[in-house]
């Protein structure tokens, strides 16, 4: 997984680039894994950047399993990774459950 953080003032910012390999295949194009995030969780695509967006956490205080920046983020990574594997397995011609 490639991960991208970037800090503005007080905030991390935490992101996945969508560079994935999908089997012996290679790599998918980015612009195709992050058009298949937008369709499943249009919440996760970053927009300016491009990216998929897994959280952003404030550098000035403390962080705590417990806080909301660290739920949402462990909640994205969970999702973006299931849509991934989903994304892999489509790619791959393997049964893939609709929705």
């Given at each position: 997984m490639e991960l991208c953080h970037t800090k503005e003032g007080v905030r991390c910012f935490i992101n996945h680039s969508?560079?994935?390999?999908?089997?012996?295949?290679?790599r998918a194009k980015v612009q195709e894994?992050?058009?298949?995030?937008?369709?499943?969780?249009?919440?996760?695509?970053?927009e300016k950047n491009g990216r998929i967006h897994l959280g952003e956490f404030r550098t000035d205080r403390l962080l705590y399993v417990t806080s909301e920046e660290f739920i949402d983020f462990f909640e994205?990574?969970?999702?973006?990774?299931?849509?991934?594997?989903?994304?892999?397995?489509?790619?791959?011609?393997?049964?893939?459950?609709?929705?």
């Open positions: 969508g560079k994935i390999n999908v089997g012996r295949k290679g894994v992050l058009e298949y995030v937008r369709k499943k969780m249009p919440s996760l695509v970053d994205h990574v969970i999702s973006s990774v299931l849509i991934l594997e989903a994304f892999r397995k489509m790619k791959n011609g393997k049964d893939v459950q609709r929705e």
